[in-house]
């Protein structure tokens, strides 16, 4: 054919190029006629075949992105082939350009406003970008985003934000190639400012003597950005009224909440109080002045009380009468507490003593007094602490029984090395190991939280068995009872000890020994082979149910001497597989049921045989050349078994009488002569291994291959595979494949037919 034309674009991909071409006009339109597109990459190579076929166009594929690449095109048909035609260039398209890196802030961020700043995508798609995009949401949630920039910069000032918000920032580019992913997200927290001016505290009520309680809300001009966490009051007090001496500005409140009650405040004095609020950002300005002039006085602060113990039980509470500020003490208030913020009134009345009961022996308890007349109610004294006397413990509570995990040093049957050495280390940190001779047949664990023990160390427990007689242990709050009968209820009371004596006893509570665990049974090995050994043990059926009562552990030693678990359930076989061949394995086996773990067995000992050779492939016969009457008959090699050599045997068998063999050794091919014209031959081969220290052991033999009778009309040395042949007398016997294949057959519809009289007749 003559030259075409050069091929044409039809469409550009990042990665591939879609190209076109004509027919030569020349040729006429019955030949056929072929074409070979061919492309150069600029890469030294030259031009390499892109395209072979009868199409007129090809999509060229796996390009480099916007990369310029060189075609042309030749025609050929049964005559020869075509001068190439001319050159023509292409460019892919450029890739999007890869995602920016993650913004970072330039310079400080301000209240309102901080600068970001990016670096450019590592990888631009071949293209130069154009242009960046940064998007702005306000919040954590990232759900409503904003344009907050577009253009060629790689930086931008975000303005007109709002104080102590938060704010994601991210950044995306674009290119010829397309827009770029996002970039990962940047998180910015603009700082707080203070709040703003409050209004003046009000007084709520009138106010007293002594002091005064104010209110304010939340009533800050600005919030700036963050919540008001704290709340400042000062006041400046004047002399009495009329004078014109001034005190000093001074603190009396500093909290979160919106009023406080203000006092060590003279009566008939005029004072001053502002308030100011506080964020995370600092303190705001201080309110307008709030003046409040005093009432008449109530009573000074009675001085500390005096308290007697009588008992651990019972205290005596006596105090002073305190100056009454003009008006006479009505009534005394007694608070009584064990901590000074949870302090109670005990007692409120006229007399100057009182008698505190009901009190927890060697427990501190603080007391106060306070004042109370007509112009209103006194400060409280100092808060006094007071001790009372130690006395027997209290009664043990929580009385229970130790699960096997809580029970230190003592290891199940089923624990594993990394278990043990984790008991280990927590009976360092908890205390004492439990006896190694705890069984739950004849043991009970029993553990209890320690009682209060009223202000003298816990010496000792007892623990009341009822018939039995007590056992008295040291302070510990874990205890096995041994020597006990399987099968059997214990009534349980635990009563604590000290110096000063016995405590109550617990409530009785009831616990039950288990039953003596199971023995193990024999291990017995029912099939093995050279990679499995089938163990079975008990007596029952090979599949049980998950409910059945007594159940079985069946371990194996590896290779560091520990024994490890292969089976854990109620079944009574096992089948182990991926052994080594002639290896022996240790296993041992233990039976449990809700009693607990029975010991282990002794340790038993099987071993897998040797494997025999692998089947060899069906071997190759051909007649020898210039010798009618001699056939050689050759096969693929096996490798030796570690070790052991491996030889062959062949067997040949003539029409349909019994195989002989006619070869046994090392080589991987025979000669077999005498060989009578007009005669069928059949051969198979068998590899045998040669063990070193046992018998051999003869692999499976190959597929039979059939040598056939010489005829004119055949070529010498022809082989057909096994199975009748194209004429062959249909009166001739089945082989033993033939006779294998029919038993197959109809063992499969006997299968059938019974599944089918099962489903109809049974299930149904």
Not at 235 to 251: F, K, N, Y
Not at 279 to 301: D, F, I, Q, R, W
Not at 680 to 696: G, L, T
């Amino acid at each position: 054919p003559s030259p075409p034309l050069p091929p044409e674009l039809v469409k550009a991909g990042v990665t591939w190029l879609c190209l076109t071409w004509q027919r030569p006009s020349t040729s006429p339109k019955e030949d056929d006629i072929f074409y070979s597109l061919e492309m150069d990459e600029d890469e030294g190579y030259g031009f390499q075949p892109s395209y072979d076929g009868d199409e007129l166009s090809c999509t060229v594929k796996n390009l480099h992105r916007s990369t310029k690449y060189k075609f042309r095109v030749a025609a050929y048909n049964t005559e020869g082939k075509s001068n190439p035609s001319q050159v023509a260039e292409f460019t892919t398209c450029p890739d999007r350009p890869g995602g920016p890196c993650r913004p970072v802030i330039r310079g400080r961020v301000l209240p309102n406003s901080f600068r970001l700043a990016w670096e450019p995508p590592k990888d631009d798609g071949g293209a130069e970008v154009t242009k960046y995009v940064v998007e702005i949401s306000e919040g954590l949630s990232g759900v409503s985003w904003e344009l907050a920039y577009s253009g060629p910069a790689m930086e931008h000032v975000c303005e007109g934000l709002k104080p102590g918000h938060s704010y994601q920032t991210r950044v995306y580019c674009m290119s010829e190639g397309g827009q770029s992913p996002l970039s990962e997200t940047l998180q910015v927290q603009t700082p707080a400012v203070p709040p703003g001016q409050c209004q003046p505290p009000r007084v709520v009520g009138k106010p007293k003597a002594r002091e005064v309680q104010l209110r304010w809300g939340e009533t800050a001009v600005c919030g700036g950005g963050s919540p008001v966490s704290v709340y400042s009051v000062e006041v400046c007090g004047s002399g009495p009224q009329g004078s014109t001496g001034q005190e000093e500005v001074r603190e009396v409140y500093q909290g979160s909440e919106v009023d406080c009650t203000v006092g060590s405040l003279l009566p008939g004095r005029t004072y001053s109080f502002r308030l100011r609020a506080a964020n995370k950002a600092g303190y705001g300005p201080l309110s307008e002045h709030c003046e409040v002039t005093m009432g008449p006085g109530a009573p000074e602060p009675c001085k500390a009380p005096r308290i007697t113990c009588k008992s651990p039980t019972v205290a005596v509470v006596s105090w002073e009468t305190p100056a009454c500020n003009g008006a006479v003490v009505s009534e005394y208030r007694v608070e009584w507490g064990a901590a000074e913020g949870t302090m109670q009134v005990c007692y409120s009345g006229a007399s100057l003593t009182h008698e505190v009961k009901g009190l927890l022996p060697a427990t501190n308890y603080f007391c106060r007094v306070q004042a109370v007349n007509v112009a209103g109610v006194g400060l409280f004294s100092e808060a006094v602490l007071c001790q009372t006397p130690p006395s027997v413990p209290a009664a043990v509570s929580s009385v229970h029984a130790l699960k096997e995990a809580e029970l230190r040093g003592y290891h199940t049957s089923t624990s594993t090395d990394q278990e043990e050495e984790e008991e280990e280390e927590e009976e360092e940190v908890d205390g004492p190991p439990t006896p190694p001779l705890y069984s739950p047949s004849t043991c009970l664990a029993v553990g209890w939280e320690p009682p209060c023990d009223h202000g003298a160390e816990i010496s000792s427990y007892l623990i009341d068995l009822g018939e039995r007689q007590s056992i008295s242990v040291g302070p510990v709050t874990k205890y096995i009872i041994q020597h006990l009968q399987p099968d059997t209820s214990y009534r349980i009371r635990i009563q604590a000890l000290n110096s000063l004596g016995s405590g109550p006893f617990s409530h009785t509570f009831k616990l039950k020994t288990k039953p003596l665990p199971p023995q193990p049974p024999r291990l017995e090995c029912t099939a093995f082979s050279h990679q499995t050994l089938r163990l079975k043990w008990g007596d029952g059926p090979a599949k049980a149910t998950p409910s059945d009562a007594l159940q079985y552990q069946l371990q194996m030693e590896d290779k560091r001497g520990r024994f490890v678990s292969l089976y854990r359930g109620p079944c009574h076989t096992h089948k182990v597989q991926r052994l080594n061949e002639s290896t022996s394995y240790m296993f041992r086996i233990q039976a449990f049921n809700e009693a607990g773990q029975g010991p282990f067995s002794t340790v038993y000992t099987f071993t897998t045989p040797r494997s025999p050779p692998a089947p060899i492939k069906a071997p190759r016969v051909e007649r020898v050349e210039d010798m009618s009457s001699v056939c050689e008959v050759s096969w693929e090699p096996l490798l030796p078994m570690k070790g052991d050599p491996i030889i062959y045997t062949v067997q040949s068998m003539m029409g349909n009488s019994e195989y002989k063999q006619v070869y046994k050794g090392s080589a991987t091919s025979y000669q077999m002569p005498g060989l009578q014209p007009n005669s069928e031959y059949r051969f198979r081969v068998c590899a045998i291994r040669q063990c070193q220290d046992a018998p051999e052991l003869s692999g499976p033999y190959s597929p039979t291959v059939t040598l056939s009778p010489q005829r004119s009309e055949l070529s010498a040395g022809s082989v057909s595979s096994v199975g009748p042949r194209a004429g062959a007398d249909p009166a001739r016997p089945l082989t033993d494949e033939q006779w294998a294949a029919l038993i197959i057959m109809l063992c499969a519809v006997i299968s059938i037919l019974i599944a089918f009289i099962i489903q109809y007749f049974v299930i149904k």
